[in-house]
Protein backbone atom coordinates (compact mmCIF):
# COMPACT_ATOMS: atom_id res chain seq x y z
CA UNK A 1 0.00 0.00 0.00
CA UNK A 2 1.15 3.50 -0.71
CA UNK A 3 1.04 4.84 2.64
CA UNK A 4 3.80 7.24 2.67
CA UNK A 5 2.46 8.86 -0.44
CA UNK A 6 -1.52 8.41 1.35
CA UNK A 7 0.37 10.35 4.50
CA UNK A 8 2.30 13.10 1.84
CA UNK A 9 -1.17 13.68 0.31
CA UNK A 10 -3.10 14.07 3.38
CA UNK A 11 -0.80 17.02 4.60
CA UNK A 12 -1.09 19.02 1.71
CA UNK A 13 -4.95 18.64 1.22
CA UNK A 14 -4.94 21.01 4.07
CA UNK A 15 -4.38 23.82 2.26
CA UNK A 16 -7.20 25.55 3.44
CA UNK A 17 -6.37 27.54 6.86
CA UNK A 18 -9.38 26.68 9.42
CA UNK A 19 -11.90 29.56 9.62
CA UNK A 20 -11.18 33.03 11.07
CA UNK A 21 -8.06 32.57 9.90
CA UNK A 22 -8.08 34.93 6.75
CA UNK A 23 -5.00 37.03 7.53
CA UNK A 24 -2.75 34.08 7.23
CA UNK A 25 -3.85 33.54 3.33
CA UNK A 26 -0.88 33.21 1.18
CA UNK A 27 -1.55 34.32 -2.19
CA UNK A 28 -0.90 30.47 -3.55
CA UNK A 29 -3.80 29.96 -1.45
CA UNK A 30 -6.26 32.52 -2.45
CA UNK A 31 -5.54 31.42 -6.23
CA UNK A 32 -6.76 27.69 -4.67
CA UNK A 33 -9.78 28.88 -3.05
CA UNK A 34 -11.02 31.04 -6.24
CA UNK A 35 -11.01 27.76 -7.78
CA UNK A 36 -12.99 26.32 -5.26
CA UNK A 37 -15.48 28.88 -5.56
CA UNK A 38 -15.73 28.71 -9.09
CA UNK A 39 -16.46 25.19 -8.95
CA UNK A 40 -19.49 25.51 -6.13
CA UNK A 41 -20.73 27.93 -8.47
CA UNK A 42 -21.61 25.41 -10.99
CA UNK A 43 -24.95 24.26 -10.35
CA UNK A 44 -24.57 20.19 -9.83
CA UNK A 45 -27.49 19.88 -7.59
CA UNK A 46 -30.45 17.68 -8.38
CA UNK A 47 -32.74 17.13 -10.35
CA UNK A 48 -30.66 18.99 -13.38
CA UNK A 49 -27.02 19.13 -12.59
CA UNK A 50 -25.27 20.97 -14.96
CA UNK A 51 -22.39 18.31 -15.39
CA UNK A 52 -21.11 19.52 -18.93
CA UNK A 53 -19.93 22.88 -17.27
CA UNK A 54 -18.63 21.13 -14.19
CA UNK A 55 -16.71 18.82 -16.41
CA UNK A 56 -15.22 21.51 -18.82
CA UNK A 57 -13.95 23.36 -15.48
CA UNK A 58 -12.54 20.13 -13.97
CA UNK A 59 -10.93 19.47 -17.11
CA UNK A 60 -9.08 22.72 -17.68
CA UNK A 61 -7.86 22.63 -13.59
CA UNK A 62 -6.85 18.99 -14.22
CA UNK A 63 -4.84 19.75 -17.73
CA UNK A 64 -2.97 23.02 -15.94
CA UNK A 65 -1.87 21.09 -13.33
CA UNK A 66 0.02 18.87 -16.85
CA UNK A 67 -2.45 16.28 -15.94
CA UNK A 68 -4.02 13.75 -18.11
CA UNK A 69 -7.76 14.15 -18.06
CA UNK A 70 -10.42 12.65 -20.16
CA UNK A 71 -13.88 12.41 -19.93
CA UNK A 72 -15.89 9.12 -20.26
CA UNK A 73 -19.76 8.81 -20.57
CA UNK A 74 -21.18 5.24 -20.20
CA UNK A 75 -24.69 7.34 -19.91
CA UNK A 76 -24.91 10.05 -22.80
CA UNK A 77 -25.26 13.59 -20.32
CA UNK A 78 -23.26 11.81 -17.13
CA UNK A 79 -19.22 12.25 -17.77
CA UNK A 80 -17.20 10.41 -15.83
CA UNK A 81 -13.69 12.33 -15.32
CA UNK A 82 -10.55 9.95 -14.74
CA UNK A 83 -7.70 12.01 -14.27
CA UNK A 84 -4.29 10.60 -14.29
CA UNK A 85 -0.52 10.79 -12.95
CA UNK A 86 1.34 8.25 -14.31
CA UNK A 87 3.97 6.96 -11.71
CA UNK A 88 7.55 6.13 -12.07
CA UNK A 89 7.00 2.39 -11.99
CA UNK A 90 3.56 1.71 -13.41
CA UNK A 91 3.72 -1.65 -12.84
CA UNK A 92 2.96 -1.32 -9.11
CA UNK A 93 -0.86 -0.81 -8.41
CA UNK A 94 -2.30 2.69 -8.18
CA UNK A 95 -4.08 4.90 -6.03
CA UNK A 96 -7.63 5.78 -6.67
CA UNK A 97 -9.05 9.34 -5.46
CA UNK A 98 -12.63 9.49 -5.89
CA UNK A 99 -15.19 12.13 -5.47
CA UNK A 100 -18.70 13.02 -7.04
CA UNK A 101 -19.75 15.85 -8.75
CA UNK A 102 -23.15 16.15 -8.39
CA UNK A 103 -25.14 17.52 -5.02
CA UNK A 104 -28.44 17.21 -3.25
CA UNK A 105 -30.89 19.81 -4.24
CA UNK A 106 -30.88 23.60 -1.86
CA UNK A 107 -33.80 25.35 -0.88
CA UNK A 108 -33.12 29.29 -1.76
CA UNK A 109 -35.25 30.59 0.88
CA UNK A 110 -33.32 28.67 3.70
CA UNK A 111 -30.06 29.86 3.10
CA UNK A 112 -28.09 33.04 4.77
CA UNK A 113 -26.60 33.10 1.41
CA UNK A 114 -27.52 31.88 -2.37
CA UNK A 115 -26.66 28.41 -2.21
CA UNK A 116 -24.81 29.01 -5.61
CA UNK A 117 -23.04 31.73 -5.06
CA UNK A 118 -20.03 30.30 -3.19
CA UNK A 119 -19.77 33.75 -0.86
CA UNK A 120 -16.46 33.94 1.74
CA UNK A 121 -17.33 35.68 4.64
CA UNK A 122 -15.13 37.72 6.70
CA UNK A 123 -14.05 34.76 8.78
CA UNK A 124 -13.57 32.88 5.89
CA UNK A 125 -16.20 30.63 5.38
CA UNK A 126 -17.70 30.07 2.44
CA UNK A 127 -21.08 29.16 2.08
CA UNK A 128 -22.61 26.90 -1.05
CA UNK A 129 -24.70 23.62 -1.71
CA UNK A 130 -21.90 21.29 -2.31
CA UNK A 131 -19.14 23.02 -0.33
CA UNK A 132 -18.68 19.68 1.57
CA UNK A 133 -20.32 16.86 0.42
CA UNK A 134 -18.35 17.13 -1.69
CA UNK A 135 -16.87 19.39 -3.84
CA UNK A 136 -14.04 20.62 -1.99
CA UNK A 137 -13.14 17.58 -1.58
CA UNK A 138 -12.20 17.15 -5.76
CA UNK A 139 -10.54 20.88 -5.33
CA UNK A 140 -8.44 19.31 -2.54
CA UNK A 141 -7.10 16.52 -4.33
CA UNK A 142 -6.44 18.27 -7.57
CA UNK A 143 -4.76 21.21 -5.52
CA UNK A 144 -2.50 18.54 -3.38
CA UNK A 145 -1.36 16.95 -6.63
CA UNK A 146 -0.54 20.79 -7.99
CA UNK A 147 1.43 21.66 -4.72
CA UNK A 148 3.31 17.72 -4.97
CA UNK A 149 4.27 18.45 -9.14
CA UNK A 150 5.40 21.72 -8.42
CA UNK A 151 7.45 20.34 -5.35
CA UNK A 152 9.21 17.77 -7.79
CA UNK A 153 7.56 15.15 -6.49
CA UNK A 154 7.38 11.78 -8.70
CA UNK A 155 5.33 9.18 -7.40
CA UNK A 156 6.91 5.70 -7.91
CA UNK A 157 2.72 4.58 -8.84
CA UNK A 158 0.51 6.18 -10.53
CA UNK A 159 -2.28 8.20 -9.52
CA UNK A 160 -5.83 8.76 -10.44
CA UNK A 161 -8.48 10.75 -9.74
CA UNK A 162 -11.89 10.15 -10.44
CA UNK A 163 -14.72 12.77 -10.76
CA UNK A 164 -18.02 11.35 -10.72
CA UNK A 165 -21.97 11.78 -11.78
CA UNK A 166 -24.59 10.43 -10.24
CA UNK A 167 -23.51 9.67 -6.73
CA UNK A 168 -26.53 11.27 -4.74
CA UNK A 169 -28.96 8.80 -6.53
CA UNK A 170 -27.22 6.28 -6.14
CA UNK A 171 -24.56 5.86 -8.67
CA UNK A 172 -26.09 3.54 -11.13
CA UNK A 173 -24.68 5.36 -14.08
CA UNK A 174 -21.75 6.70 -12.79
CA UNK A 175 -19.11 4.54 -9.98
CA UNK A 176 -21.15 1.14 -10.78
CA UNK A 177 -20.62 1.12 -14.31
CA UNK A 178 -17.13 2.45 -13.75
CA UNK A 179 -15.96 -0.05 -11.65
CA UNK A 180 -17.70 -2.53 -14.00
CA UNK A 181 -15.76 -1.17 -17.17
CA UNK A 182 -12.50 -2.63 -18.85
CA UNK A 183 -11.19 1.35 -18.25
CA UNK A 184 -11.38 0.68 -14.39
CA UNK A 185 -9.99 -2.57 -14.65
CA UNK A 186 -6.69 -1.17 -16.73
CA UNK A 187 -6.05 1.06 -13.72
CA UNK A 188 -4.54 -1.88 -11.73
CA UNK A 189 -5.59 0.09 -8.35
CA UNK A 190 -4.52 -0.57 -4.81
CA UNK A 191 -5.77 1.72 -2.98
CA UNK A 192 -9.60 3.70 -3.15
CA UNK A 193 -9.29 7.11 -0.48
CA UNK A 194 -12.86 8.51 -0.87
CA UNK A 195 -14.86 10.96 1.06
CA UNK A 196 -15.39 11.09 4.61
CA UNK A 197 -16.91 13.87 6.83
CA UNK A 198 -16.14 17.57 6.58
CA UNK A 199 -13.42 18.74 9.27
CA UNK A 200 -14.29 22.96 10.55
CA UNK A 201 -10.27 22.71 11.27
CA UNK A 202 -7.23 21.96 9.19
CA UNK A 203 -6.88 18.50 10.50
CA UNK A 204 -8.35 15.80 8.54
CA UNK A 205 -9.69 12.40 10.07
CA UNK A 206 -9.06 8.80 7.80
CA UNK A 207 -12.05 6.71 7.80
CA UNK A 208 -11.42 3.08 7.25
CA UNK A 209 -15.55 2.35 6.99
CA UNK A 210 -18.97 4.03 6.38
CA UNK A 211 -22.32 3.48 7.50
CA UNK A 212 -24.45 1.27 5.04
CA UNK A 213 -27.34 3.46 3.51
CA UNK A 214 -31.08 1.84 3.36
CA UNK A 215 -33.79 3.21 2.52
CA UNK A 216 -36.83 1.72 4.53
CA UNK A 217 -40.15 1.81 3.16
CA UNK A 218 -43.63 0.62 5.30
CA UNK A 219 -46.49 0.44 3.96
CA UNK A 220 -49.85 0.23 6.08
CA UNK A 221 -53.31 -0.96 4.85
CA UNK A 222 -56.80 -0.67 6.16
CA UNK A 223 -60.45 0.19 6.00
CA UNK A 224 -61.23 3.02 4.63
CA UNK A 225 -63.80 4.81 6.02
CA UNK A 226 -65.53 8.62 7.18
CA UNK A 227 -63.58 10.78 8.75
CA UNK A 228 -66.29 10.97 11.86
CA UNK A 229 -65.74 7.21 12.72
CA UNK A 230 -63.38 5.51 14.85
CA UNK A 231 -62.19 2.48 13.50
CA UNK A 232 -59.79 -0.10 14.89
CA UNK A 233 -56.49 -0.59 12.60
CA UNK A 234 -56.95 2.10 9.97
CA UNK A 235 -54.04 2.69 7.66
CA UNK A 236 -53.34 5.71 9.38
CA UNK A 237 -53.65 4.56 12.72
CA UNK A 238 -51.20 1.74 11.83
CA UNK A 239 -48.55 3.93 10.20
CA UNK A 240 -48.74 6.49 13.05
CA UNK A 241 -48.03 3.33 15.39
CA UNK A 242 -45.09 2.35 13.54
CA UNK A 243 -43.76 6.49 12.82
CA UNK A 244 -43.67 6.04 16.95
CA UNK A 245 -42.02 3.04 17.65
CA UNK A 246 -39.10 3.88 15.13
CA UNK A 247 -39.25 7.69 16.94
CA UNK A 248 -38.82 5.93 20.40
CA UNK A 249 -36.06 3.89 18.66
CA UNK A 250 -33.93 7.24 17.12
CA UNK A 251 -34.57 8.72 20.20
CA UNK A 252 -32.45 6.44 22.11
CA UNK A 253 -29.64 6.05 19.24
CA UNK A 254 -29.17 9.81 19.84
CA UNK A 255 -29.51 10.15 23.50
CA UNK A 256 -26.16 8.19 23.02
CA UNK A 257 -24.74 10.26 20.58
CA UNK A 258 -25.68 13.58 23.26
CA UNK A 259 -24.43 11.89 25.79
CA UNK A 260 -21.02 11.47 24.53
CA UNK A 261 -20.90 7.41 24.65
CA UNK A 262 -20.97 6.60 20.80
CA UNK A 263 -19.91 9.19 17.80
CA UNK A 264 -22.52 9.83 15.39
CA UNK A 265 -21.08 6.96 12.90
CA UNK A 266 -21.84 4.28 16.43
CA UNK A 267 -25.42 4.13 15.95
CA UNK A 268 -28.26 3.46 13.62
CA UNK A 269 -29.67 6.62 12.58
CA UNK A 270 -33.37 6.53 11.55
CA UNK A 271 -34.97 10.00 9.84
CA UNK A 272 -38.47 10.61 8.58
CA UNK A 273 -38.00 11.74 4.74
CA UNK A 274 -41.79 11.33 3.46
CA UNK A 275 -45.17 10.68 4.32
CA UNK A 276 -47.86 9.54 1.16
CA UNK A 277 -51.43 8.85 2.06
CA UNK A 278 -54.65 10.88 1.76
CA UNK A 279 -57.27 11.52 -1.08
CA UNK A 280 -56.32 14.66 -3.29
CA UNK A 281 -58.52 16.97 -3.72
CA UNK A 282 -58.44 20.63 -6.01
CA UNK A 283 -57.80 22.28 -2.84
CA UNK A 284 -55.45 20.22 -1.17
CA UNK A 285 -56.71 16.69 0.44
CA UNK A 286 -60.27 15.35 1.51
CA UNK A 287 -60.40 15.90 4.95
CA UNK A 288 -63.55 13.50 5.86
CA UNK A 289 -62.16 10.42 4.35
CA UNK A 290 -60.02 8.04 6.20
CA UNK A 291 -57.54 6.10 3.69
CA UNK A 292 -56.73 2.81 2.72
CA UNK A 293 -53.15 2.97 2.53
CA UNK A 294 -50.41 4.64 4.03
CA UNK A 295 -46.87 4.86 3.35
CA UNK A 296 -43.86 6.61 5.00
CA UNK A 297 -40.08 6.27 3.69
CA UNK A 298 -36.87 6.36 6.27
CA UNK A 299 -33.34 7.38 5.41
CA UNK A 300 -31.48 4.82 8.13
CA UNK A 301 -27.56 4.76 7.96
CA UNK A 302 -26.01 1.48 9.61
CA UNK A 303 -22.55 1.09 11.33
CA UNK A 304 -20.25 -1.55 10.19
CA UNK A 305 -21.07 -3.23 13.70
CA UNK A 306 -25.06 -4.05 13.20
CA UNK A 307 -26.23 -6.75 13.89
CA UNK A 308 -28.66 -7.17 10.67
CA UNK A 309 -30.22 -10.20 12.04
CA UNK A 310 -31.48 -8.16 15.37
CA UNK A 311 -32.21 -5.04 13.03
CA UNK A 312 -34.92 -7.26 11.30
CA UNK A 313 -36.20 -8.62 13.80
CA UNK A 314 -37.18 -4.99 15.31
CA UNK A 315 -39.19 -4.19 12.16
CA UNK A 316 -40.74 -7.38 11.74
CA UNK A 317 -42.17 -7.49 15.26
CA UNK A 318 -41.86 -3.68 16.53
CA UNK A 319 -41.60 -1.27 13.81
CA UNK A 320 -43.87 -3.15 11.00
CA UNK A 321 -45.52 -6.02 11.80
CA UNK A 322 -47.50 -7.90 10.09
CA UNK A 323 -50.25 -8.34 12.44
CA UNK A 324 -51.32 -4.88 12.07
CA UNK A 325 -51.87 -4.29 8.16
CA UNK A 326 -48.21 -3.55 7.39
CA UNK A 327 -45.51 -4.43 4.88
CA UNK A 328 -41.96 -2.82 4.89
CA UNK A 329 -38.94 -3.00 1.85
CA UNK A 330 -35.43 -2.21 2.40
CA UNK A 331 -33.65 -0.81 -0.68
CA UNK A 332 -29.84 -1.15 -0.22
CA UNK A 333 -27.57 0.99 -2.18
CA UNK A 334 -23.48 0.82 -2.29
CA UNK A 335 -22.86 4.70 -2.62
CA UNK A 336 -25.21 7.93 -0.71
Given at each position: ??????????????????????????????????????YLRIRT????????????????????????????????????????????????PSLLLN??????????????????????????????????????????????????????????????????PDEEIG??????????????????????????????????????????????????????????????????????????????????????????????????????????????????????????????????????????????????????????????????????
Open positions: MPCFFVYSLLVLLSFYPPPGATSSFTPQQEEQIERLQRAHPDPDYAAAADFLLEVARSIGLHALAIEFVPGKPLLLISWPGSDPSLSHIDSVPAEPSRWLHPPFAAIRDAAGRIFARGAQDDKSIAVQYLEALRNLKAAGFVPARSVHISLVGADGAARFVASEQFRALNVGFVLDEGQASPTDEFRVFYADRSPWSLIVRAVGAPGHGSRMFDGGAMENLMDCVESIARFRESQFDQVKSGSKAASEVISVNPVYMKAGTPSPTGFVMNMQPSEAEVGFDVRLPPTTDLSVLKRRIDEEWAPNIKNMTYQVRMSLLH
